[in-house]
């Protein structure tokens, strides 16, 4: 079972790949959403079935903030792997920024959760609680949307970094720069800088490398670069870490600005 920030197909296709001679079939993965406010999971796969796939168009994703399905000759779509449908109690909606009306299906959104296992609050943070319960739902504060019955998630409200016009999400980019040689896979970390010059947020990329050599770790900014501007301008062509290992975009985004005042 998959239960991180970002469920990435290329993850189960590749572990697939590998284990599929010693029996491993595409049935036997599971993905789950869950939050320690919920004691744990939200929604889960079914077991047995396998974990759905929805490939979309991404120009819908990220101009309209629709998963509106891809067409067959689409070009760079982006694939999202089910979270499963909402588990026996628990109730799950996609909400605006209104934080109280549902979404229609596909439209994405902040996920909201009401169920039996959610907690009833942060200890001594009044102020918190009010901003994230509403008529006894919970604003989860990641960014989603439903589709077929089940939950798909693409990111976190407060990660989503605006460049250009576009929506971008720091995985999405994370995900590129994580194969780049030399970087270590997973110790990607990617946020917006508000730049007044440019009028936009200017995209910021922390990486973990595997080498200590000058050289080397030019070539692989350089890579990197290469990676982050074909990513950035295919969207514009058309129109550190937790304990968990969940990458700390705020703290860095906090820590690159101070460097910047300093």
């Not at 998630?153 to 407060?158: Q, W, Y």
């Not at 692989?220 to 990458?247: K, N």
Request: aromatic share 6%; hydrophobic share 40%; with cysteine.
């Amino acid at each position: 079972m998959n239960g991180s920030e970002r469920v990435y197909h290329t993850s189960f296709d590749r572990f697939l790949e590998r284990f599929a001679p010693l029996g491993v079939t595409r049935e036997r993965f599971a993905v789950a959403y869950g939050l320690a406010e919920n004691t744990l999971m939200a929604t889960h796969t079914i077991p047995g079935k396998p974990v759905a796939y929805d490939t979309i168009d991404r120009d819908r994703l990220e101009l309209e903030q629709i998963a509106m399905p891809a067409t067959a000759d689409a070009q760079d779509p982006v694939v999202h792997v089910s979270c499963g449908p909402p588990l026996q109690g628990v109730e799950v909606k996609i909400v605006g920024d209104d934080n109280l009306m549902s979404l229609p299906l596909r439209h994405v959104g902040q996920v909201a959760i009401r169920s039996e296992s959610l907690f009833s609050g942060y200890y001594r943070h009044p102020e918190l609680n009010e901003s994230l319960f509403k008529a006894g739902w919970l604003l989860t504060g990641d960014m989603g949307y439903l589709a077929d019955g089940e939950l798909y998630i693409v990111g976190r409200l407060k990660d989503l970094i605006i460049n250009g016009g576009k929506n971008i999400y720091p995985a999405d980019i994370e995900e590129i720069v994580s194969t780049v040689p030399g970087v270590r896979p997973g110790r990607v970390v990617v946020f917006g800088i508000p730049d007044e010059t440019e009028g936009t947020e200017l995209i910021a990329v922390v990486v973990e490398v595997d080498t200590d050599e000058t050289e080397k770790k030019a070539e692989i900014e350089r890579q990197i670069r290469r990676a982050e501007r074909q990513l950035v301008a295919a969207l514009v062509a058309r129109a550190q870490r937790s304990a968990a290992g969940l990458a700390q975009r705020q703290p860095c985004r906090r820590r690159h600005i101070g460097k910047q005042l300093s």
